[in-house]
Nanobody, 126 residues
């Protein structure tokens, strides 16, 4: 299994940037595809970004494509979400998630993920 802990959230003005980090504890981190999800008050949790086990392939929600970038460092058991050109509608709690994978897949649905972090708040002011 793996435990996940997000950090890097905070308050930022529209147009600014933040980098979220997710630290994973576990000896098989490289066996997991990773994802970022977010949930705004009163809304369902939504997919943001995903990355394969190797980090060679990524995918993004249309709403963040071109602005956000997911990456991972398997040697450090870390995954990141670089968020640029932030908008007020990006305000949400952001969650890091891990999905056990035996191949080079990534996943878009929350039910496909096995482990979740506690979340970190991102607030974008206008």
């Amino acid at each position: 299994q793996v435990q996940l802990a997000e950090s890097g959230g905070g308050l930022v003005q529209a147009g600014g940037s933040l980098r979220l980090s997710c630290a994973a504890s576990g000896r098989t981190f490289s066996n997991y595809a990773m994802g970022w999800f977010r949930q705004a008050p009163g809304k369902e949790r939504e997919f943001v970004a995903a990355i394969t086990r190797s980090g060679r392939l990524t995918d993004y929600a249309d709403s963040v494509k071109g602005r956000f970038s997911i990456s991972r460092d398997n040697a450090k058991n870390m995954v990141y979400l670089q968020m640029n050109s932030l908008k007020p509608e990006d305000t949400a709690v952001y969650y890091c998630a891990a999905a056990f994978s035996s191949g080079g897949n990534y996943y878009y649905n929350d039910y496909e993920y096995n482990y979740w972090g506690q979340g970190t708040q991102v607030t974008v002011s206008s």
